[in-house]
Structures are given as structure tokens and as C-alpha cells.
């Protein structure tokens, strides 16, 4: 059974930096791309950024040079290292595997529960 549980999200004030967790079981992690997406209240999943196999690491532009993403294939965990936080970051954050490079939600197959991140002003 595939598993994802995300971990360390939280309320920080505007600026903070927060990271966030995901640990994969019930798969070969290292055979997939791996993608954070997030949810706001009221709007659609969208896009973070994820990484690759070969740990090729891409972006929206919204959080382009103030989130980072790595990969620990050892332990089936990739991080979603935030910073400079504003409020428009608030949203539940999901991690998700992809057997494709991709953008695209519907292309990942596997959906954690998300957790949230809340940046106040």
C-alpha cells in the first residue's frame, strides 16, 4: 500500500522560512518524480515544483529562488525547504509522485493528506 505523509507545516509570521517533510512507503521511491502542490482556500491545486529522478529540480514561478526541493532516496523522503513566506503562500500543501517529469496534477498518481502552512502579515 503507498503511503505519503507530509509533516512540518505550521503558522509563521511573513518573512519566516519553514520545511516541509514527505515520507513515502509501499514504493520504489527512488523511480519517481516528485511534486509539491498546494491548495488555498477557495482556489485550485497548483504547481509548487517538484524533482526528478536524476534530481533535476523545477518551479513555478511564484516561489521560484524562495523554495527548494530535495530528495533523501536513502529514506524515501523529499523536503520543501520555503523561504521569505508571505501570505499569499497560506494553503494546504501536498507532496505527490509522478512516473513522468510534469507539471500536470493529473499526472501524479500518488497524493499525500497535505499539511497546512499558515504566514500571517
Known amino acids: 500500500q503507498v503511503q505519503l505523509r507530509e509533516s512540518g507545516g505550521g503558522l509563521v509570521q511573513a518573512g519566516d522560512s519553514l520545511r516541509l517533510s514527505c515520507i513515502a512507503s509501499?514504493?520504489?521511491?527512488?523511480?519517481?518524480?516528485i511534486g509539491w502542490f498546494r491548495q488555498a482556500p477557495g482556489k485550485e491545486r497548483e504547481f509548487v515544483g517538484a524533482?526528478?529522478?536524476?534530481?533535476?529540480?523545477f518551479y513555478s514561478a511564484a516561489v521560484e529562488g524562495r523554495f527548494t526541493i530535495s530528495r533523501d532516496d536513502t529514506w524515501s523522503t523529499i523536503f520543501l525547504q520555503m523561504n521569505s513566506l508571505q501570505p499569499e503562500d497560506t494553503a494546504v500543501y501536498y507532496c505527490?509522485?509522478?512516473?513522468?517529469?510534469?507539471?500536470?496534477?493529473?499526472?501524479?498518481?500518488?497524493w499525500g493528506q497535505g499539511t497546512q502552512v499558515t504566514v500571517s502579515v
Open positions: 505527490a509522485l509522478s512516473l513522468v517529469v510534469s507539471r500536470s496534477r493529473g499526472h501524479y498518481a500518488y
Open positions: 509501499g514504493l520504489t521511491f527512488d523511480r519517481y518524480t
Open positions: 524533482i526528478t529522478i536524476a534530481s533535476y529540480t
